[in-house]
T-cell receptor, first 112, second 111 residues
Framework: DTAVSQTPKYLVTQMGNDKSIKCEQNLGHDTMYWYKQDSKKFLKIMFSYNNKELIINETVPNRFSPKSPDKAHLNLHINSLELGDSAVYFC???????????FGSGTRLTVV | SQELEQSPQSLIVQEGKNLTINCTSSKTLYGLYWYKQKYGEGLIFLMMLQKGGEEKSHEKITAKLDEKKQQSSLHITASQPSHAGIYLCGADEGSARQLTFGSGTQLTVLP
């Protein structure tokens, strides 16, 4: 009964490849997010998305694109992977108010 | 945008000792969240504070938000090795509906 689930947990791929990370939430939340955690453990917002609005952090390269087939899913697609994309990517969801944010367990992406 | 500073960056304590982690914001906080992360794992929600002067406790962990809602502290009493991990504070600006995180505090508890 995982609330926010991400797949895969680990992803090792070569430079230049295109890859996707999937995220699903079963909490009925209306907003989903992608965060990137770098090697220094700093968590930075990449995208937030609900059925009305996509907010993109301006520092995110356009090789990264979120895709939401429905309210419960927000997948992250990455084109032309680079070495610097290696990080842990976290999906999260929220309903607003005082309900807080629920995070997935992360996807560790390694680009070689 | 919201900027959060956490201190200290890292902390090593002997088991049984008390410790405090601070989180300071450049803006008034709408909501302040504390999370814990163990190596290779996701973020575990600890507490959320919204009101000035609010204080919440869970087991041996207490979090406070100051009256001006710009600073929060996380206090652990009688620390145990199970408390080890990275503690992250996150701020919600309310209108933006997204969390901005501090740089984290790496806590090591020596047995």
């Amino acid at each position: 009964d995982t609330a926010v689930s991400q797949t895969p947990k680990y992803l090792v791929t070569q430079m230049g490849n295109d890859k996707s990370i999937k995220c699903e939430q079963n909490l009925g939340h209306d907003t989903m997010y992608w965060y990137k955690q770098d090697s220094k453990k700093f968590l930075k917002i990449m995208f937030s998305y609900n059925n009305k609005e996509l907010i993109i952090n301006e520092t995110v390269p356009n090789r990264f694109s979120p895709k939401s087939p429905d309210k419960a899913h927000l997948n992250l697609h990455i084109n032309s992977l680079e070495l610097g994309d290696s990080a842990v990517y976290f999906c999260a969801s929220s309903q607003g108010g005082s309900y807080g944010y629920t995070f997935g367990s992360g996807t560790r992406l390694t680009v070689v | 945008s919201q900027e959060l500073e956490q201190s200290p960056q890292s902390l090593i304590v002997q088991e049984g000792k008390n410790l405090t982690i601070n989180c300071t914001s450049s803006k008034t906080l709408y909501g302040l969240y504390w999370y814990k992360q163990k190596y290779g794992e996701g973020l575990i929600f600890l507490m959320m504070l919204q009101k000035g002067g609010e204080e919440k406790s869970h087991e041996k962990i207490t979090a406070k938000l100051d009256e001006k809602k710009q600073q929060s502290s996380l206090h652990i009493t009688a620390s145990q090795p199970s408390h080890a991990g990275i503690y992250l504070c996150g701020a919600d600006e309310g209108s933006a509906r997204q969390l901005t995180f501090g740089s984290g505090t790496q806590l090591t508890v020596l047995p």
